[in-house]
């Protein structure tokens, strides 16, 4: 297992420089540049000593990132300084140290993607299972109508949606519209906090886990309909095994295994979407900061985006795989790695 393991991290890498090379170059050749941005936000056409401040800050920058040199040089000196532990500072502002901006917008994404999507696989298994098992009766009828109409509602309308109906007193008005914390976080304890943090949490969460659980809950259902239909679960049924066990005990460990797949996928589609997420309820998140960075041409910012949401996507993908093997017996680490 350990030597699988090790040798998937070793693949990642340079499946991560190809992602962060890739978006270098898509970044270099795009228009626009920091250091146009800074000359319009700072100086404005100033003259005199506010134009030779500018000009200097504009050598800097190009210096600084490499401006001047062909884009895969400018990749190469920017992975130097990765493989150094420094990500940069930001080319606009007040030049934040990128890791710090990254570390602070991790806190904000990462939990949100984990509970979305705990709550998706736990809404969507078992309503899978169900439909399976009433195939074609009212129920999965009616869910599968009700599923493709929530599939269907884009992620934008579902935020607005939910901000209307749950803060904004359409009807009600109990639930917070921006942000993560309250007022006092600072002076909370453990259980205020998490009760806050659950407050102010649920819009986002609910707006991310509808695409995703509506997806995986009907793949869970086609899955399962495959395996309650094989001899096996047959051979089950007639040694006298009750419904319950043959389903939960027979069937679903090899009917699982298509929405652990889907896992690879939901990571980088939850911190993609993440970008009109944190900026409707003011979350200052990955997605958030990636956006932002964009507009103003920060590339320092935009790489480090693109690192972190590239390592979040393939580390994703390593768990799927280790995912596999411990759910299905029939796979092995030693299979895999030949």
């Known amino acids: 297992m350990a030597t699988y393991i090790i040798r998937r991290i070793l693949f990642l890498i340079p499946t991560l420089i190809g992602i962060t090379m890739l978006g270098y170059c898509i970044m270099r050749v795009a228009p626009g540049s920091p250091v146009q941005q800074s000359a319009m936000d700072d100086f404005g056409g100033i003259e005199g000593t506010a134009a030779e401040a500018q000009r200097e800050a504009q050598q800097l920058k190009i210096e600084e990132f490499h401006l001047d040199k062909h884009p895969i040089v400018g990749y190469l000196h920017w992975a130097k300084d990765i493989v150094r532990g420094d990500m940069g500072r930001s080319l606009i502002g007040e030049r934040e140290p990128v890791a ?67 803060a904004y007193g359409q009807p009600f008005d109990f639930m917070p519209s921006r942000g993560l914390y309250g007022d006092e976080w600072s002076t909370m304890g453990l259980f205020a906090r998490l009760a806050t943090y659950g407050h102010h949490a649920a819009l986002p969460v609910f707006a991310m886990t509808i695409g995703s659980f509506t997806v995986m809950s ?37 009917g699982v295994l298509s929405i652990i797949t889907i896992m690879g996928g939901l990571v980088p ?62 796979i092995s680490f030693e299979s895999r790695a030949r």
């Not at 993607?113 to 969507?124: E, G």
């Not at 395996?227 to 069937?251: C, F, M, P």
């Not at 309820?281 to 932002?292: D, M, T, V, Y």
């Open 100 to 166: 710090d901006r990254m570390w602070s917008g991790l806190q904000v994404t990462i939990p949100l993607n984990v509970i979305a999507i705990i709550i998706s696989y736990m809404v969507s298994i078992p309503l899978g299972i169900y439909a399976a098992v009433r195939h074609n009766d009212i129920f999965d009828r009616v869910s599968a109508i009700v599923l493709f109409f929530l599939y269907s509602i884009p992620s934008l309308v579902v935020c607005y949606i939910a901000l209307w109906v749950f």
């Open 218 to 254: 009907r793949f869970m259902r086609t899955s399962m309909l495959e395996v309650i239909r094989q001899d096996y679960i047959r051979t089950a049924r007639a040694k006298g095994l009750s419904e319950n066990v043959v389903i939960l005990k027979h069937a679903l460990r090899n």
């Open 269 to 330: 589609g939850l911190i993609g979407g993440s970008v009109i997420l944190e900026t409707i309820f003011g979350l200052p998140g990955i997605g958030r900061i990636g956006f932002a960075a964009v507009l103003e041409r920060d590339y320092t910012m935009v790489m480090g985006t693109f690192l972190v949401s590239g390592s979040l996507t393939l580390i994703s993908l390593l768990i799927v795989d280790i995912a596999y093997v411990l759910v299905d017996p029939r």
